[in-house]
Antibody
Framework: EVQLVESGGGLVQPGGSLRLSCAASGFTFSSYGMHWARQAPGKGLEYVSAIAGNGGRTYYANSVKGRFTISRDNSKNTLYLQMGSLRAEDMAVYYC????????????WGQGTLVTVSS | QSVLTQPPSVSGAPGQRVTISCTGSSSNIGAGYDVHWYQQLPGTAPQLLIYGNSNRPSGVPDRFSGSKSGTSASLAITGLQAEDEADYYCQSYDSSLSGRVFGGGTKLTVL
């Protein structure tokens, strides 16, 4: 069974940093692209970032480019999102998701981890 | 403002049929990129409902169907059930933004 479990969320001050993790199990992690998406309280879904299976290519939404860094450790079956210069508008539940093929769907989602940006 | 446009809400009585539209442009749906649909039940993570415009993952009832034409796509739900009450999101890829895009979401209310 595919499982994605996010962690690392919490309260952070504006301008601060946070690193999210997504532990994967139940599939060959290195064979899949992985994405981060987020959902602000009471709002819709927003794509954040993506990384190829081998970690060789990374992609970012314009809203986080230059502030967030996506990475993965295939030996640990773990996806990361390093978030910096956090703003109030970054407050959201962050989900990791597995993608099987280019432009394919988010086949599996984690349960999400809440990031609160507030002083 | 979302790149893909969905109605904020739709409703229907049990047993009825409802459709949810997803309107894009020539840089996403109209460019030939697939549309995927997700169902988000209250307080839970989204789940894949329809992929590749019209395909259902195993376990999704055939009451759910998807279609795509031109710069738009639609999700149809027949035989509405109370358990279908949820938020529904469409998703595609946008070549101008070089990334995934979502619709703003549609809240389905079963009357």
């Amino acid at each position: 069974e595919v499982q994605l479990v996010e962690s690392g969320g919490g309260l952070v001050q504006p301008g601060g940093s946070l690193r999210l993790s997504c532990a994967a199990s139940g599939f060959t992690f290195s064979s899949y692209g992985m994405h981060w998406a987020r959902q602000a309280p009471g709002k819709g879904l927003e794509y954040v970032s993506a990384i190829a299976g081998n970690g060789g290519r990374t992609y970012y939404a314009n809203s986080v480019k230059g502030r967030f860094t996506i990475s993965r450790d295939n030996s640990k079956n773990t996806l990361y999102l390093q978030m910096g210069s956090l703003r109030a508008e970054d407050m959201a539940v962050y989900y990791c998701a597995r993608v099987g093929v280019t432009y394919g769907p988010y086949e599996s989602w984690g349960q999400g981890t809440l990031v609160t940006v507030s002083s | 403002q979302s790149v893909l446009t969905q109605p904020p809400s739709v409703s229907g009585a049990p047993g009825q049929r409802v459709t949810i539209s997803c309107t894009g442009s020539s840089s996403n749906i109209g460019a030939g990129y697939d549309v995927h649909w997700y169902q988000q039940l209250p307080g839970t993570a989204p789940q894949l409902l329809i992929y590749g415009n019209s395909n259902r993952p195993s376990g999704v009832p055939d009451r759910f169907s998807g279609s795509k034409s031109g710069t738009s796509a639609s999700l149809a739900i027949t035989g509405l059930q109370a358990e279908d009450e949820a938020d529904y999101y469409c998703q595609s890829y946008d070549s101008s933004l070089s990334g995934r895009v979502f619709g703003g979401g549609t809240k389905l209310t079963v009357l």
